[in-house]
Structure formats: structure tokens, C-alpha cells
């Protein structure tokens, strides 16, 4: 099984309301991502989880809130968002040791619309 | 900062060969990828370059100079299915990559 599922497909959402962003690997990764992509523009890093514990913060607003369960799941809670935070939300997930862990596994992605 | 630069299109026929170029200015180099990402889908590796050369994977072959901070993505063979968007990524530290600009290709009859 070499796939990453993200739910849901698509979201919108009021700029009050709370939602979550859902990602599931079964590969064993221990390394997970989220990505936001905006239209016709590169992939941009957010968070990054190791083992479990949050490694890296791209200085993500605190409107966004990642959460890692267990090493399979990673889950991305959106709170009072505004509407330059409509995007697509992609999940990666990689091994964390040499020499394979630079190929990264990318879920299908979800499309947030903030209205 | 970080700097990635691509050509933002590239047009060409069936069963040409293309090349797609990347420059970089990064603040950390572990290596050079690519990903392919169609419209509506999620990015998929295609390549790695973690040292100077020539990688040959199938009809994608990838190429890295570490001295002139420079890579390409060669297709060749090229059918209909490669029209898609190709991004370079290095990889600045362990488990960060930064993307580059994007390159749509357009694959036409």
C-alpha cells in the first residue's frame, strides 16, 4: 500500500466556523507534512512531524493547528480562517532515515474554500 | 532566502524529447528532486540527485551540477499522459523541501 488518503475532498467553510483536515498513511512512515498550493504556484511547507512529535513550523498562523495522533494519522484543525487561506491542502509522508526518506508520498489533497 | 527558478511552460509534440531546467539558490542543498503533478492531482517523485550527474529512470532521465546549482528533468519518448506541471525541490535540510517555480508541459499530437 503506497497511498496517502486525505478526507475530506472538499470543504467549505465560514470564517467562524471549526473544521479538520484528515490524513492517513499505512506505509510506515514516521515523517508527516502538510503542504498548502495555491493555483499555479509550487507546493509550500507548513508543518512537518518526526516520530510523532512536531519538528518543523514554517511560522503557520495559529488559525492552523496540527495534530499527530499516532504515526499513521495527521490531522490539520482550521479555526476562524480568512479567505486568502483558500487552498489546497496536501499531505505528504516520507521514511525519516537515509537513504530513502527523501521521496515523499502525497495524498490527493483537499480543496478549502473559505467563504 | 530561497530561490528556485523554472521556465513556466515548455510546449512539445509526441515523441520528442524535452528538457526542463532548474536553477537554485538555497540556504542548504541534501539534493535535487522532481515531481510531477497533473491538474486535480497530487504531486508524484519522479527523481532524485543527490550527488553531480546523470539518473536514468525509465523515459525520465535527471541531472544535477552542484557546482553551478543547476538541474533538468529530461523526457524523452513523450506522450500525451506527461501534460502536466513539474516541479524541482531541493531539499534544504532533512525533511525540508523547498519547491521550485513549476513548469506546465504541454504535449500536443
Known amino acids: 500500500d503506497t497511498e496517502v488518503t486525505q478526507t475530506p475532498k472538499h470543504l467549505v467553510m465560514g470564517m467562524t466556523n471549526k473544521k479538520s483536515l484528515k490524513c492517513e498513511q499505512h506505509?510506515?512512515?514516521?515523517?508527516m507534512y502538510w503542504y498548502k498550493q495555491k493555483a499555479k504556484k509550487p507546493p509550500e511547507l507548513m508543518f512537518v512531524?518526526?516520530?510523532?512529535?512536531?519538528?518543523i513550523n514554517e511560522s503557520v498562523p495559529s488559525r492552523f493547528s496540527p495534530e499527530c495522533p499516532n504515526s499513521s494519522l495527521l490531522n490539520l484543525h482550521l479555526h476562524a480562517l480568512q479567505p486568502e487561506d483558500s487552498a489546497l491542502y496536501l499531505c505528504?509522508?516520507?521514511?525519516?532515515?537515509?537513504?530513502?526518506?527523501?521521496?515523499?508520498?502525497f495524498g490527493p489533497g483537499t480543496r478549502l474554500t473559505v467563504t | 532566502g530561497q530561490s528556485l527558478e523554472q521556465p513556466s511552460e515548455v510546449t512539445a509534440v509526441e515523441g520528442a524529447i524535452v528538457q526542463i531546467n532548474c536553477t537554485y539558490q538555497t540556504s542548504g542543498f541534501y539534493g535535487l528532486s522532481w515531481y510531477q503533478q497533473h491538474d486535480g492531482g497530487a504531486p508524484t517523485f519522479l527523481s532524485y540527485n543527490a550527488l553531480d550527474g546523470l539518473e536514468e529512470t525509465g523515459r525520465f532521465s535527471s541531472f544535477l551540477s552542484r557546482s553551478d546549482s543547476y538541474g533538468y528533468l529530461l523526457l524523452q519518448e513523450l506522450q500525451m499522459k506527461d501534460s502536466a506541471s513539474y516541479f524541482c525541490a531541493v531539499r534544504v535540510s532533512f525533511q525540508k523541501l523547498v519547491f521550485g517555480t513549476g513548469t506546465r508541459l504541454l504535449v500536443s499530437p
Open positions: 505528504a509522508s516520507s521514511h525519516d532515515r537515509v537513504p530513502t526518506s527523501y521521496e515523499q508520498y
Open positions: 506505509m510506515g512512515h514516521r515523517a
Open positions: 512531524y518526526s516520530y510523532e512529535k512536531l519538528s
